[in-house]
């Protein structure tokens, strides 16, 4: 059973930097992709950001363009998500998801994932 762990959320304030940190354990073999998703509160829960195995694709909602950055430690069995300049309107909590089959990263972004996390909450005050 794969599990998945969500960490380094905290309040921050607008225009503050934050970098979240998410183990994946219990899986054997290699080759899965990892994402991030995020649920504002009252609203549907949202794609931010996802990375493949090999660390070199990713893809990223375009709202996070440019000041996310998604990252991955195999050795730790880690993912990153790094935020810059957040926005007030940003306040989420934030899920980290792995899927259950080798599938392609495309499928992240639309939220095709099997194991997540219980999220991590960030607050961005303005």
């Known amino acids: 059973q794969v599990q998945v762990v969500e960490s380094g959320g905290g309040l921050v304030q607008a225009g503050d930097s934050l970098r979240l940190s998410c183990v994946a354990s219990?899986?054997?073999?290699?080759?899965?992709?990892i994402g991030w998703f995020r649920q504002p509160p009252g609203k549907e829960r949202e794609f931010v950001a996802t990375?493949?195995?090999?660390?070199?694709?990713?893809i990223y909602a375009d709202s996070v363009k440019g000041r996310f950055t998604i990252s991955r430690d195999n050795a730790k069995n880690t993912a990153y998500l790094q935020m810059n300049s957040l926005k007030s309107g940003e306040t989420a909590v934030y899920y980290c998801?792995?899927?259950?089959?080798?599938?392609?990263?495309?499928?992240?972004?639309?939220?095709?994932?099997?194991?997540w996390g219980k999220g991590t909450l960030v607050p961005v005050s303005s």
């Open positions: 990375i493949n195995w090999s660390g070199d694709s990713t």
């Open positions: 219990g899986r054997t073999g290699s080759g899965y992709h």
């Open positions: 998801a792995a899927p259950g089959a080798m599938s392609p990263l495309e499928a992240a972004s639309v939220g095709l994932m099997d194991y």
